[in-house]
């Protein structure tokens, strides 16, 4: 007979509720019995800091927040297209490159970012080799700006160049749009700072066949319904960041048809679908153009502390508020903690990058880890730290979210709007997954894990609230 | 602020272990805060039941039963390929109707079982009108036999008749092959015991288009590994038995390229992804003979106690052991507790029916179901429910499976080997997870719910094997 140790219960009744804000010694999993023990990674507020209700101007920051997360959560994001970057996203010149995270020269770029640069400006044809894209990026001939400056997002470094495809996801609630590339699959990629015949080789075939292909089904099948397939993905294991193997199951089989019937050569079309089954991360570039198509209806309500905007460029880490959502607050990025790919290890890390974690300010990504157990796999922790991470990210949002809920948590809506006033008044920071790029230009991924956003700029943000 | 009421941790240190056997009102779904409460469905063991160690012969049941759930675990059923029923399935001949569950005569079928049956003979061609289907049936012209009797499995009613296509699933470590026909989708289906033109029709698109479509397609990609899909699918919210959500995606995504390369015609193509796209359910038909096939090679292990078949025809539940695999050892089918379709209620229930217990008896489906916590709404319980079942069944099973695991349990193995030992002694019954069919021939399905396993059975199947 298997072991009886596992039948538990709680004989104090139904309502026994125990904090531990003690030794991390005294909780250990208990996963193997079924028992999420949550360790809340908790520290005294910092001294003097004020419990604000109201703006300056007398304006209520509750009221201002219930406006916002409404916003958030009444968002409904379709992917209604795709095209070429210069041809749609808006403000977009035939000599700019888009990056992930706050805005940055070529001199500070890290290396991932200077590698997908380099790499892009090769794919684009303006140069012809890695060294002559370094030189030219550091002319003033190409102009570098945020993905969030124009609507858009990348994962790692987060490269746009003008002639890539990228989805088009239209928020239908309030008519905006945004913009994301087409996801590479792992390894030795542009987004993880690659170049070279192999990075080049696929871009062009993404270009010249599984963007028509895709075009061509979304045209054929009509708007898809991202928020419905985010709902259900966090229903079948993924956190839509660092997991997105239902996602990606989901689109394939809502395009399936659609790419049947508008693909009139069969073994193109069994390449496309091998491509996308291959790559169990092919619904992470949708998942991030969905919350960005989300979040941004909410920015410029007066008086709204929640983020819009959480975005790292791999040397910075930056934030933006809805309340004055042009202002980035930034901070140095952070070390990931992780697991490395075979010979790889910590010394080869960059510091955290990608416009990724605007799954996280949109109420899923890590925030949604108790959804996604096997995530603790892949960036090296156990099922109860995935757990354990959603029920300490409530503690600094504002809301639970109406359409996104987690089954093991009793279908409760996800932790959503990260409030910069419970940041500074609990002391807990944000909590992201991440893949990790090595930190030189031209090698790609090397691993994945966790870490907490910097405290700084969350810090610099609450005292520009408090001017509000 | 979130409410800070979940924040929950063991202040007791990490290895408090609470078991209610008492009133089930001390228990209630604390889910909302992440903690899984469970109450054992416990009785004192029957008075004079013994503990069998050992056969009268002196053989170790342990030792036989550590090899019966070993060759199960080490099984590998494999799509290999399919054909129309009467060409593959071992005794089929052009007048044998196979059906669910231990054998019965036409005047013993229920509802159901007889509606499928009638269905199956104008399907066939061999009657005009389900009436003159009765009479067939009634007369001695028509075989009946039990799926199980020719290693098949069907759900619900299970009826196959001889030109049906069915699935070809070989155990490639063993050798076996099992077979199952292609799942039709909800509603007015053949296996609730509905026939008709919308029926009928179905059944003709099956083997006229999706049959030759697949068959093609498992030719080009090869055998396909169920044993992996089922593993990714409980890792993904299914139990494979009610939910089949994430099986039945990844099918489609396994098979997708090979029927872009095999399929000529793009609407036909389509049509195919949509029917299976549009019937979550269709992965069911693969888990069952996948199941199917790795329980076979524990029969006929001499003092093996642990069950190889699990079955119901909607008359009579019956089970069989591998230490005796041929006998039947049976009890009146039960009542399923569920949630009804608009319009229907429990007056319209049959009793329990169908093979798709095979799934619990292989360590997944009903035993698996805190990998599948959505499953609670499709049967009318909890979260918590969800979670207790498969804590519960761990206490009847020989082992815990080593390839089927749940993420939420810290990757536990599924209970696994129903052992007619552990049931006496414990007093604890399978519990199963179902659809409902209507009582009456032609109408189709009215719910799903959730029952045990009738006692009788298994006190006979005790007694049997005191005797050995």
Redesign the interface.
Same mark, same amino acid.
């Given at each position: 007979? /298997?072991? /009886?140790?596992? &039948?538990?219960? +709680?004989?104090f009744? *139904?309502s026994v $509720?125990?904090?531990?804000i003690g030794l991390a010694g005294?909780? !250990?999993?208990?996963?193997?019995? =079924?028992?999420?023990?949550? +360790?809340?990674d908790w520290r005294p507020p910092a001294e003097g800091v004020l419990k604000i209700t109201h703006t300056q101007s007398g304006n209520s920051i509750d009221d201002a927040n219930d406006e916002a997360v409404a916003r958030i959560m009444a968002g409904r994001p379709m992917i209604v297209g795709l095209d070429l970057a210069r041809q749609v996203i808006p403000g977009m010149t035939d000599r700019t490159i888009l990056h992930a995270g706050p805005p940055i020269s070529w001199e500070r770029m890290c290396g991932p970012t200077r590698g997908a640069v380099m790499g892009a400006l090769v794919y684009e044809g303006w140069v012809e080799t890695p060294q002559g894209a370094a030189e030219l990026a550091a002319s003033d001939e190409i102009t570098f700006d945020p993905c969030h400056h124009h609507h858009a997002v990348g994962p790692m470094a987060g490269v746009i160049s003008p002639s890539m495809p990228v989805w088009i996801i239209e928020n239908i609630e309030f008519g905006n749009r945004a913009y994301c590339t087409l996801n590479e699959g792992l390894g030795k990629v542009l987004r993880y700072g690659a170049f070279g015949e192999e990075v080049y080789t696929r871009l062009h075939w993404m270009a010249d066949v599984l963007y028509p292909s895709l075009a061509a089904a979304v045209e054929r099948s009509g708007p898809i319904d991202l928020r419905a397939m985010i709902a259900q993905a966090l229903?079948? =294991?993924d956190e839509c960041h660092n997991r997105n193997?239902?996602g990606t199951?989901?689109l394939?089989?809502?395009l =399936?048809?659609?790419m049947? *019937? #508008?693909? %009139?050569d069969? !073994?193109q079309?069994? &390449?496309v679908?091998?491509f996308i +089954?291959g790559n169990d991360h092919f619904f992470l570039n949708l998942s991030m153009p969905a919350a960005k198509a989300m979040l941004e209806p909410a920015e410029g309500i007066k008086g709204a502390t929640i983020l819009t905007v959480m975005a790292r460029n791999g040397t910075d880490f930056g934030i933006r508020i809805a309340g004055d959502p042009e202002r980035w607050f930034t901070a140095p990025a952070g070390i990931v903690e992780g697991l490395y790919l075979p010979g790889f290890n910590a010394d080869d890390a960059n510091p955290d990058i990608g416009d990724s974690t605007i799954t996280e300010t949109a109420g899923f990504g890590g925030f949604a880890m /108790?959804a996604a157990?096997?995530i603790a796999n892949f960036v090296g922790g $156990?099922?109860?730290d995935a757990?354990n991470a959603t029920? %300490?990210m409530?503690?600094?949002?504002? /809301? %639970?979210h109406n359409h996104f809920t987690i089954? $093991?948590?009793?279908? *409760?809506g996800t932790?959503i709007g990260i +409030?910069v006033r419970?940041v500074a008044? #609990?002391g807990i920071l944000p909590k992201l997954n991440t893949g990790i790029a090595h930190k030189e230009p031209g090698v790609g991924m090397v691993g994945a894990g966790v870490l907490h956003a910097p405290k700084q700029c969350f810090s610099e943000a609450f005292e520009a609230v408090k001017s509000w």
């Open positions: 007979m /298997a072991s /009886a140790s596992n &039948q538990l219960s +709680d004989f009744g *139904r $509720t125990v904090i531990n005294f909780v !250990e999993s208990v996963g193997q019995q =079924g028992i999420p023990v949550v +360790d809340v229903h079948m =294991g193997r239902a199951s989901l394939l089989r809502a =399936g048809p659609a049947a *019937r #508008t693909c %009139e069969g !073994e079309l069994a &390449q679908i091998e +089954d /108790a157990p096997a $156990t099922v109860q757990v029920l %300490e409530y503690e600094i949002c504002f /809301a %639970e089954p $093991t948590l009793g279908y *409760r932790p +409030d419970f008044e #609990t």
